[in-house]
Antibody
């Protein structure tokens, strides 16, 4: 069974940093591309970042480019999102999501971790 | 960037109704479109991929159609478990992988 478990969310002040993690199990992590997708309270889904199985290429939404960094550790079946210079508008549930093998279709999602940016 | 526009934003329907949700892309995406269902407090769930392929385990009352710029998700006979929010999303070669704004399906 595919499992994606996010951690690392919490309350952070504007301008602060946070690092999210996603532990993957139930599939061969090192052959799948991965994503972060977020959802602000009461709002729709927003794709944040994509990383291929080999860590190249990597893509970001314009709203986070230059502030967020996606990375992975295939030896530890883990995905990360380093978030710097956080803003109030980054407040959201952040989901780790798998892309189906060989493409960009997101097929499995974690349950999400809440990031709140507030003073 | 490709923009995805869903309609309607809210849909009120009754158990047993047939409902259709539309998703339009700002440029052709061939059949690289997926539909997701999200219930409150839960992660989204993949229903349809490649515009019309039913994901494994998804009830056959769900179907998708379309290609190019116009797509539809149809639920043939609404069940209580189907009241949720539905999102479309394109996933062709790299372009920011935008979602539609969502369609909330409510009980009439």
């Amino acid at each position: 069974e595919v499992q994606l478990v996010e951690s690392g969310g919490g309350l952070v002040q504007p301008g602060g940093s946070l690092r999210l993690s996603c532990a993957a199990s139930g599939f061969t992590f090192n052959i799948y591309s991965m994503n972060w997708v977020r959802q602000a309270p009461g709002k729709g889904l927003e794709w944040v970042s994509y990383i291929s199985s080999s860590s190249s290429p990597i893509y970001y939404a314009d709203s986070v480019k230059g502030r967020f960094t996606i990375s992975r550790d295939n030896a530890k079946n883990s995905l990360f999102l380093q978030m710097n210079s956080l803003r109030a508008e980054d407040t959201a549930v952040y989901y780790c999501a798998r892309s189906r093998s060989g493409g960009y279709l997101v097929d499995y999602w974690g349950q999400g971790t809440l990031v709140t940016v507030s003073s | 960037d490709i923009q995805m526009t869903q309609s309607p934003s809210t849909l009120s329907a009754s158990v047993g109704d047939r409902v259709t949700i539309t998703c339009r892309a700002s440029q052709s995406i061939s059949s690289w479109l997926a539909w997701y269902q999200q219930k409150p407090g839960k992660a989204p769930k993949l229903l349809i991929y490649e515009a019309s392929s039913l994901e494994s385990g998804v009830p056959s009352r769900f179907s998708g159609s379309g290609s190019g710029t116009e797509f539809t998700l149809t639920i043939s006979s609404l069940q209580p478990a189907d009241f949720a929010t539905y999102y479309c999303r394109h996933y062709n070669s790299y372009s920011p992988y935008t979602f539609g704004q969502g369609t909330k399906l409510e009980i009439k």
